[in-house]
């Protein structure tokens, strides 16, 4: 198969997965962390199920963007630096700053992530270094500018709401103590994490204007908005004193 029919094809592949992951997430709730229950097979230990799960959008991605016949110019080096400040910091430094509430993390989510990321890292990469036309003078035009400043700001939010969420266990908890989140975004919706995460891949879709990039984006919310609604629902049953005007992911409305 010819190269960018390989590119294309493996890119609406991605899409038909958003669409059958948001659908199986109507009847099934990812079993990890919080909602991780037995059936699922053998577990690791999950700061290692994190590292092994991003591995690909950083192992796999660098090789494949540099194999890619432009790798060395400006735009989409400057893209290539954008993908790896979220995923440096999403596989080996969040993995060992959370506090997890479960020693082990189902191997079957482990495997299944990580070959997600290894189809996304492929198009994306693929997407910037060799099919993508990305001239010097994309850095001014209003698409990169605009995604940019969304990528930025999702990430903002995201960080700022993984490190609430951090905070909100001691070491000398017992295994398993949930808190209820205060502050910023948390006074809004259950899961500013998700929310930031959806706009940072939004934001890389816009500044990229490219389908691999929409992909993501859609996957993205095809996987953690379902994930939202199910911690929203959790922590009202859990905690009967939630605050009633808080929302699941969107403030005011969802
Ligand atoms: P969660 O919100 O489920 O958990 C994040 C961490 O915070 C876990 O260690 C969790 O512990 C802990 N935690 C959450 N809520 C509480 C609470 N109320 N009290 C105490 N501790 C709490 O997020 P995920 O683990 O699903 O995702 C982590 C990051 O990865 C997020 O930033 C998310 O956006 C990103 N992600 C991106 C995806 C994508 O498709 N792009 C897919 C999945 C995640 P425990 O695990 O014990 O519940």
Request: contains cysteine; proline residues 8%; aromatic residues 16%.
């Amino acid at each position: 198969m010819d190269a960018a029919l390989l590119h294309r094809t493996l890119t609406w592949i991605e899409i038909g997965l958003a669409v059958v992951t948001v659908i199986a997430l109507r009847f099934i709730v990812a079993p990890y962390g919080r909602h991780g229950r037995a059936g699922f097979g053998p577990g690791i230990n999950t700061r290692a199920a994190w590292v092994l799960m991003e591995l690909p959008t950083v192992a796999l991605f660098v090789p494949i963007y540099l194999a890619g016949a432009q790798a060395t110019e400006l735009v989409p080096l400057v893209l290539l630096a954008f993908w790896l400040s979220h995923y440096l910091y999403r596989t080996f430094y969040f993995p060992f700053r959370i506090r997890p509430g479960s020693p082990k993390t189902a191997l079957l989510i482990v495997a299944s992530g990580a070959l997600f990321n290894c189809l996304n890292a492929f198009i994306n990469a693929r997407q910037l270094s060799e099919f993508g036309v990305y001239p010097p003078e994309w850095l001014t035009d209003p698409r990169f500018l605009s995604g940019a400043a969304l990528f930025v700001l999702g990430s903002l939010i995201n960080r700022d709401a993984d490190r609430t969420l951090r905070a909100l266990r001691t070491p000398e908890d017992p295994k398993g103590t949930y808190r209820v989140p205060h502050g910023r975004l948390y006074e809004y919706v259950s899961c500013p994490n998700f929310l930031g995460e959806i706009i940072e891949w939004f934001g890389f879709s816009v500044m990229t204007w490219s389908l691999p990039g929409f992909a993501f984006f859609l996957y993205t919310a095809a996987n953690v908005g379902p994930r939202a609604l199910a911690h929203h629902a959790w922590y009202r049953e859990k905690f009967p004193d939630y605050p009633k005007q808080r929302r699941a992911l969107i403030p005011f409305l969802l």
